[in-house]
């Protein structure tokens, strides 16, 4: 599936909502502010007592247990599939990531992990908010069918995602859309970002081995110097994003390792380089990677070397699905949050791979990361300080319910509650 111009955003549609959904919202936001104070206890408990990416067990029994829902199904060896609400038709499927990162937590607060391993980019509040909302509809029903995906290794290959695609539980359980929600700093606090189109970019890392003839430091007319070549290699990389790729679409190449010699006076025979390559569209993914490989290896033959290119797949483009998008927009106003629809980022999600056979949704929740350092900086995602308030697993709440409505009002008629 192609994915849509990010330059173009359709206009949000006007009108009234459809009266049953209109009931349904009501109903479901009364029956999660219920939910909300067990879910920020259960937000303090999986902050405390995170695990790493491929060791989730534990998180999983523990939102299984606070959703009372039954075991669910085991998929991609960690994650578990609970379905919410039966039925003959198609289903929405809301996403949570399971794991956290190995970063020692310096918050502070009485609920902080001291294992080394942190919920540092909000998995903690997505989880929590996905169980308010999953005991809300497990209570009072819902538009339509709906499954809970309580997803591993998100932050670490291989990526969790991808095997829960790829062990074809979505098209069994008949999902037709996928939603999920995560918090962003860079946002304002408060505002909802629902841009339809590409909003994360795709990833590649890319590693690049240099080969010369090493030799004495002094006398470096008789090597062949690896890393000179190398040097010129990463000055000449950064020309690529701004003379091929359009300047209103963009794309990064950033060199971020480099690794040679291990003497002064030594010229090594080999200098290496990794770095990361991140797009908005595929054609220039594929531009982008066979420009780096020419470059790495003409600029090393100009200086007597050679050059080898190693590129590693990771992410694809995350595309949201437009209608989804637009339809979840009348569904967060109503909730009273401002919307935004233009945000995009670079950082890159796993949930991209949900989007390339199901409509999918990825909403970004502006939040305050915590208390400013001593140089007036606010802790972004990953950072050891980063801690947004406990008001943000309501967040995470009405934004999933907004793109669960959504997802039912794509599905056709919607009968009214009870």
């Not at 809970?148 to 670490?156: A, F, I, W, Y």
């Amino acid at each position: 599936m192609s994915a849509p111009d990010p330059t173009v955003v359709p206009p949000v549609p006007a009108g009234e909502p459809d009266p049953a959904l209109a009931a349904w919202y009501e109903r479901l936001q009364a029956a999660v502010a219920e939910e909300l104070p067990a879910a920020v206890e259960l937000r303090h408990q999986l902050h405390a007592d995170p695990r790493i990416s491929g060791e989730e067990q534990d998180t999983a029994d523990a939102v299984v247990a606070a959703l009372g829902l039954g075991e669910g199904r085991r998929v991609a060896d960690t994650g578990r599939l609970v379905r919410v609400v039966d039925g003959p038709g198609r289903a929405v499927a809301l996403r949570a990531e399971l794991d956290g990162l190995g970063v020692e937590e310096r918050t502070g607060v009485p609920w902080t992990s001291t294992a080394g391993v942190m919920h540092a980019c909000g998995h903690d509040a997505h989880l929590a908010g996905l169980v308010a909302l999953g005991r809300a509809v497990a209570r009072v029903g819902g538009p339509a069918p709906l499954v809970l995906l309580l997803q591993p290794r998100e932050e670490r290959a291989p990526s969790g995602a991808a095997d829960v695609v790829a062990a074809g539980v979505l098209v069994e359980e008949r999902v037709d859309s996928v939603v999920a929600a995560h918090v962003q700093p860079q946002l304002a606090a408060g505002v909802v970002n629902a841009t339809p189109g590409p909003v994360n970019a795709a990833t590649d890392e890319f590693t690049i081995t240099v080969t010369g003839h090493g030799g004495h430091g002094g006398y470096p007319h008789t090597t062949l110097d690896p890393v000179l070549a190398l040097s010129a290699v990463v000055v000449n990389l950064q020309q690529l994003v701004s003379r091929r790729v359009d300047p209103t679409v963009g794309a990064v190449l950033a060199v971020t390792q480099l690794d040679a010699g291990s003497s002064f006076n030594v010229v090594p025979d080999t200098a290496r380089a990794r770095g990361g390559l991140r797009v908005m569209r595929e054609e220039d993914r594929a531009l982008l990677r066979q420009a780096l490989t020419d470059v790495a290896e003409h600029t090393a033959t100009a200086y007597g070397c050679t050059a080898t290119v190693e590129i590693e797949d990771n992410e694809p483009v995350l595309a949201n699905d437009p209608e989804l998008a637009r339809a979840t927009v009348p569904w967060l106003t109503r909730s009273g949050v401002p919307v935004d629809d233009a945000w995009r980022s670079f950082g890159a999600d796993d949930f991209s791979h949900f989007c390339a056979g199901h409509r999918g949704l990825m909403l970004f929740l502006g939040v305050d990361g915590g208390p400013p350092s001593d140089d007036g900086r606010r802790p972004g995602l990953h950072s050891p300080r980063f801690l947004p308030g406990d008001d943000v697993v309501g967040q995470v709440a009405a934004a999933l319910l907004a793109g669960y409505l959504a997802g039912a009002e794509l599905l056709g008629p919607v009968a009214p509650p009870d």
